[in-house]
């Protein structure tokens, strides 16, 4: 069974800039996660989607970062304009349902200088 | 506040040199305990999860205990291979169905 993949793996940007990130969850997967794990620190959630609804986006910086899941399958994080301490890896997890177990992906690395 | 702690920071061990890792938490109402293993520049990956005191788990020379209050994650015989970070995180009935609350992790070194 194909894990979750994310992409790009690495992206070095400038304050300012923009950025977007990529998730592809495992098939059959109706939970999709966006973490943000800083170095030393463990991953944090950004915003959880059930299919294609927002279950949680209570920690997102909504004035920066948006995400969306279309057709309840891949998903997209951007940042808009990024911020030095946005340098983070940002991790998408998937599980079958809200309660259970969730898979990570390999995760994108951020820095922004 | 939910609240997840892990000790030790970091733990440096000889191979076959047996220990466990701590896991305190304070929650409104678990959901589940989760144990997972990052190694360096991948996601986590999932280990172990417990849903109530007394309960536990193995998987190789892995085995997690969980009390009202903490859990532990004990390595017997520990091998090189088995070097990682390992973070803890709860899932609560007070928060979102699905979000969970880590900790910090454990960076562990088993030198040959």
């Known amino acids: 069974e194909a894990g979750v993949a994310q992409s790009p793996r690495y992206k070095i940007i400038e304050k300012r800039q923009s950025v977007a990130f990529w998730c592809n969850p495992i098939s059959g997967h109706a939970t999709l996660y966006w973490y943000q794990q800083i170095l030393g620190q463990g991953p944090k959630l950004l915003i959880q989607f059930q299919n294609n609804g927002v279950v949680d986006d209570s920690q997102l910086p909504k004035d920066r970062f948006s995400a969306e899941r279309l057709k309840g399958v891949d998903s997209t994080l951007k940042i808009q304009p990024a911020k030095l301490e946005d340098s983070a890896v940002y991790l998408c997890a998937s599980s079958q349902g809200g309660e259970n177990t969730q898979y990570f992906g390999p995760g994108t690395r951020l820095t922004v200088l | 506040e939910d609240q997840v702690t892990q000790s030790p920071e970091a733990l440096r061990l000889q191979e076959g040199e047996s220990s466990s890792l701590n896991c305190s938490y304070t929650?409104?109402?678990?959901?589940?305990l989760f144990w997972y293993r990052q190694d360096p520049g991948k996601g986590p990956e999932f280990l172990f999860t417990?849903?109530?005191a007394g309960e536990e788990k193995e998987k190789e020379r892995l085995k997690a205990t969980l009390t009202k209050k903490e859990s532990f994650l004990h390595i017997t015989a520990p091998k090189p291979e088995d070097s990682a970070t390992y973070l803890c995180a709860v899932g609560n009935y007070g928060g979102s169905q699905g979000n969970l609350i880590f900790g910090k992790g454990t960076k562990l070194s088993v030198k040959p």
């Open positions: 929650v409104s109402g678990l959901r589940g």
């Open positions: 417990l849903y109530s």
